[in-house]
């Protein structure tokens, strides 16, 4: 056949989603290959065969392996595909395998990428179905061909992926066969390690081309080493290549440029080429312990600057006199043997700001770049994370007074922890008892600067905490508070809402489309986009240049302290705001491009947890959070931490981080670490699931760990169905088969009840700690270890060996407030007081649990988002709360599209009704006071906060069980112990009985066997002007117990 040319379709591959990205080559000027390509002259598939309005897309593989490969189809076409269920083939031909993809009127633009899960193949971001009927994806190539191509003019492998691996020091390994039928006793392929100083490789048909250097490999067999295997476990099946010891001399100087792989028949044809992962040999030949940031020299009276930075050819130091514009003055930095790039720092540099600049090749562009970037040890910055500084952060100016001396609420056990989780700005931003210049600040929470001439008065907020504290509470856990990319930090560059949008209705656009067109440059995010991990967030401050951000959260936490609530900061180490080498929040990825965040087989970075996920598994990741961590607790003195997808870490980080917390001590320290409570989301899921990269802390792999874990056993029981489900499923709390909602997908009554059931088993095994090996009898009459009963169908039910490992919650910042989520799945008929009545049930489920209640802020105000389900850039309209409870913040208008918008039509109705459903201040009073009522009867009696897993498997035990059980009533009985060393003693209580009634009308039951006489908890007797709580009572004559609708009502023996 005589070739023809053809050009492939241009345009560059940049992200076209938060997670989904074309990413085979990275900036447009980077050329990978001589263009244009050359092509075979017919095509195997006739035009003719294809029906109109569809294009036909071929994908050829040079491997001819297309098991698993999808089509991820977008733009305008009939039906785009979601990104978890990609197209599969139409069909298959000589050539592989075909899909027709059906096209909309008119059709301009259609974009294509055959993926494996997040294994992405073969792509392009722009095809135009005008040019042609059919189109060709070829392995590795980030253009559509427009006819068959001719393989041999294209280039074999590609240096944009990174296939191989990098283990240790000698060894490399790559899923490539050893020989053309994979034994070794075949003639064996021909491997080789190409290394250029300046980047110049490319590839060609004949193979890599412009190297500086090639040394072959020896191939070590079909079996990967085991230390390797075990930090690897993905990489189980990879062909295992070694480095001659007498090459081994040039392996520091090979990390420092573009290195790269190749293989060949043994008749010398080549056969495939590509990029290398170097993780594995960093950690092993450069992984250190020496000091790194600012820090004082050991040897000598003064201090330096260090940083990481093995792969660089260069680092400068740029030091800035001024913390904002003016030239910097550039200091050389010498490196030392592990990678560590040094200079001194002066004296006079004190309170100045730095930046490093250095050269090193990255793999995203395939080139040698020089960036700038800023210290990942940075314990200062100046306003929007824009330069490091040299800080002192002990010094004395940065204290509070007595900041040392000052006394932390005592803690004797983990499940005498309760949290309330708490976003700074939310806490004080729309409060008009704070002055306007510390709303949404660090100082919001500091009596004495909200009201300097009278230091005891408290504001809405803090009177509110207070009030909590009073009842029990003893934990505040505070959103992101580290340096974060998504908001401006300098007042004046922050876009606010100033109109005033009450005056529309509560179910219209308006109030979201104002909203959201300042929601990417006004004061609000949550804050989960880290830059800088161990600097105080910087638009809390009042000035956010400098180092007072660090005297102003030392200032907080003490006034937090001086409440009696222990202080609990989110973190966020699985993934980065940003990385690569052009963003200005791109931080450690411009220092050792490609280490710190995990990737993909292939090279490409993942991005399951949303973006840019971290690689803890790697050795000086590991270091960087736990001194990080161990900061936080030693300068700061804060309480505990939660981890956000702490499922991407793994158990060994967990345990290294555990220890390294217990260490610190109050004579050496000034903190008690093993008092630090340590928790977190163990949602086991992306490329980590199932222990795929190693026993990664997910929950089915925390249990004896004592690390907290959240529960959403309790949520979807308790609540109803699940995040990914309708907003109408309904649980044990929420009325599901006793109190329906006619929503069609949950069944007919039968369906309802069986499934209530078996929800209903999910709850009680929450009640109980969560624990594997507590017994109780299920739905169908069984009595079952929780390990043994199933939740969603494939899970163990309960997972934890102790109960401090068993967080419990319904509601949290994610997804809707409790408010929000009864609104949406109780039937019309259910009016404002039988909704709040709902959300107190479902408080009582989680405060009278044991192990760790958790509660999101406000919702025992009864507040409401106005039903977002993603409030995370929804501003402070959809995020305000009032202390006062005058106001739920309910109906305030269409939560905002981006989040929500599929979903309008089934939240309107619900707003445009807010004037019925919407609670009454009365409403919203009384609510406030059942749930300190809760608090005040857990911490009343140890027998709800039992502290190990053998007291509670003695101690505690269920009524109404089994197929003939009343549906919606679950009944807890708790004995305290005979004698104080046996168990958990009460010395005030024989028993305690919890009755949870979840049905819309009265319970009555018989006293259970072995109870001789009851009476109400004095902390519910005290509601006297709850008409519902007092009509709970015990009748001890007739030995009977009544319980109010939609009401947790607990009984107690008192011993006198």
């Not at 001194?627 to 793994?650: C, N, P, Q, S, T």
Request: some cysteine.
């Amino acid at each position: 056949m005589q070739a023809r040319r053809l050009t492939p379709l241009s345009g560059s591959c940049s992200n076209y989603s938060r997670r989904v990205s074309v990413s085979f080559g990275r900036k447009p000027t980077v050329i990978r290959c001589q263009q244009p390509h050359s092509i075979s002259a017919n095509s195997t598939g006739a035009a003719s065969t294809i029906k109109k309005k569809t294009i036909r897309v071929h994908y050829h593989r040079r491997d001819l392996n297309y098991a698993g490969w999808g089509l991820h189809i977008w733009g305008d076409v009939e039906r785009p595909t979601p990104w978890s269920s990609a197209k599969q083939p139409s069909g298959s031909g000589p050539e592989g395998p075909y899909w027709d993809v059906v096209l909309q009127t008119s059709a301009k633009h259609v974009g294509l990428l055959i993926h494996k899960g997040e294994e992405k193949a073969a792509g392009a971001e722009h095809v135009d179905p005008g040019k042609a009927a059919e189109v060709w994806l070829v392995q590795n190539e980030q253009h559509p061909f427009f006819e068959v191509p001719d393989m041999s003019h294209i280039p074999a492998g590609t240096l944009f992926k990174s296939y191989a691996h990098w283990v240790k020091g000698s060894s490399l390994v790559w899923r490539v066969p050893v020989s053309e039928d994979g034994e070794l006793s075949s003639p064996q392929r021909v491997f080789q390690l190409h290394f250029s100083r300046d980047s110049k490789m490319h590839v060609t048909g004949k193979g890599i081309e412009g190297a500086d250097e090639v040394i072959p490999l020896r191939i070590a067999g079909l079996n990967i080493p085991g230390d390797v295997m075990a930090k690897y476990p993905h990489l189980f099946g990879c062909t295992h290549l070694e480095i001659d010891p007498r090459h081994m001399h040039k392996v520091r100087e090979y990390c420092r440029g573009q290195v790269a792989l190749s293989v060949q028949s043994h008749t010398g044809r080549v056969l495939d080429c590509t990029g290398v992962q170097l993780a594995g040999m960093l950690d092993d030949l450069f992984a250190t312990d020496e000091p790194l940031g600012h820090h004082a020299c050991a040897d000598t009276q003064g201090h330096a600057v260090s940083v990481w930075a093995p792969t660089a050819q260069k680092v400068e130091l740029l030091h800035f006199w001024e913390l904002r514009g003016g030239q910097p003055e550039v200091v050389p930095m010498a490196c030392g043997e592990r990678g560590v790039w040094s200079c001194a720092r002066p004296a006079e540099w004190q309170d100045t700001a730095y930046k490093f600049r250095v050269t090193v090749f990255c793999p995203w562009t395939n080139q040698i770049e020089t960036v700038e970037a800023t210290d990942p040890y940075s314990r200062c910055t100046t306003a929007n994370g824009e330069r490091s500084m040299f800080v002192d952060i002990n010094s004395p100016a940065l204290m509070p007074p007595g900041w040392w001396e000052h006394s932390v609420p005592g803690l004797a056990h983990w499940t005498d922890v309760s949290v309330y989780e708490l976003h700074i700005r939310d806490f004080s931003a729309t409060d008009p008892s704070v002055p306007d210049h510390l709303r949404g600040k660090y100082r919001a929470f500091c009596r004495q600067h909200l009201y300097p001439q009278e230091p005891r008065k408290l504001s809405n907020g803090l009177a509110h905490l207070k009030g909590l504290q009073e009842a029990g509470l003893n934990h505040v856990h505070l959103l992101p508070t580290y340096d974060y990319g998504s908001v401006p930090e300098r007042p004046e560059e922050q876009a606010l809402v100033t109109e005033d949008l009450s005056h529309h209705g509560p179910d219209s656009e308006y109030q979201q489309g104002v909203v959201m067109s300042v929601a990417d440059s006004d004061a609000f995010n949550w804050g989960y986009d880290p830059v800088h991990y161990g600097v105080p967030e910087g638009s809390y401050s009042t000035a956010p240049d400098g180092p007072i951000r660090v005297l102003e959260f030392r200032e907080m936490v003490q006034s937090l302290h001086s409440l009696g609530l222990r202080v609990v900061l989110d973190v966020v180490y699985n993934h980065t705001f940003a990385s690569g080498p052009y963003s200005q929040n791109s931080v450690l990825d411009k220092l050792v491009p490609g280490y710190y965040h995990r990737r993909q087989e292939d090279g490409e970075m993942c991005h399951s947890t949303c973006c840019n996920n971290t690689a803890s598994e790697h050795r000086m990741f590991e270091r960087l959070m736990v001194e990080d961590l161990v900061h936080w607790a030693r300068d700061y003195k804060v309480d505990g931490f939660r981890f956000d997808i702490m499922g991407h870490h793994f158990v060994h980080n967990m345990t290294n981080i555990r220890n390294a917390i217990n260490a610190l001590t109050p004579e050496r320290d000034g903190v008690d670490g093993r008092h630090l409570y340590i928790y977190g989301e163990a949602w086991d899921f992306g490329e980590v699931a199932l222990n795929q990269r190693g026993r990664n802390a997910s929950q089915h792999n925390l249990g004896g760990s004592r690390i907290g874990a959240f529960n959403d056993r309790m949520r979807d029981g308790a609540m109803g169905g699940s995040p990914y489900q309708p907003p109408d499923c309904q649980g044990f709390a929420t009325g599901l088969a006793v109190d329906p909602n006619g929503a069609q997908h949950q069944g007919s009554a039968k369906e309802q009840l069986a499934t209530l059931l078996h929800r209903t088993d999910w709850v009680r095994f929450a009640l109980a700690g969560n624990l594997k090996d507590f017994e109780a009898q299920v739905a169908d009459g069984r009595l079952v270890a929780g390990q043994h009963e199933t939740y969603h169908g494939n899970q163990p039910l309960a997972y934890g060996c102790d109960p401090a490992e068993n967080v419990v919650f319904n509601g949290c910042h994610d997804n809707e407030t409790i408010f929000d989520q009864v609104m949406m799945k109780l039937g019309g008929h259910v009016d404002a007081d039988g909704r709040a009545r709902v959300c107190g049930l479902s408080h009582a489920l989680v405060v009278l649990s044991q192990g760790v209640p958790f509660i999101h802020a406000g919702d025992d105000l009864l507040r409401s988002k106005s039903l977002d389900r993603d409030s995370y850039n929804s501003g402070d309209w959809f995020n305000r709360v009032d202390w006062t409870g005058q106001h739920n913040n309910f109906g305030i208008g269409l939560p905002p599209a981006s989040k929500n918008q599929q979903a309008w039509e089934f939240k309107r109705p619900l707003l445009a009704a807010a004037d019925r459903y919407r609670p009454s201040p009365a409403i919203i009073a009384r609510q406030a006071a059942y749930f300190k009522a809760l608090l005040r009867v857990r911490y009343s009696s140890p027998l709800f906060r039992m502290p190990t897993a053998e007291h509670i498997r003695q101690q505690l035990r269920f009524h109404n069980t089994g197929p003939q059980q009343v549906p919606g009533v679950i009944v807890m009985q708790l004995h305290s112990s005979w004698q104080p060393d046996h168990g958990s003693w009460d010395p005030q209580y024989k028993q305690a009985l919890v009755v949870f009634n979840a049905r819309p009308e009265p319970y009555e039951a018989e006293f259970p066997e072995g109870a001789e006489w009851y009476k109400l908890h004095p902390a519910l007797a005290a509601l006297q002007e709850d008409a519902m709580v007092q009509l709970c009572c015990a009748d001890n004559e007739k030995r009977r117990l009544h319980v109010s609708p939609r009401m947790a009502a607990v009984f107690v023996q008192p011993r006198s």
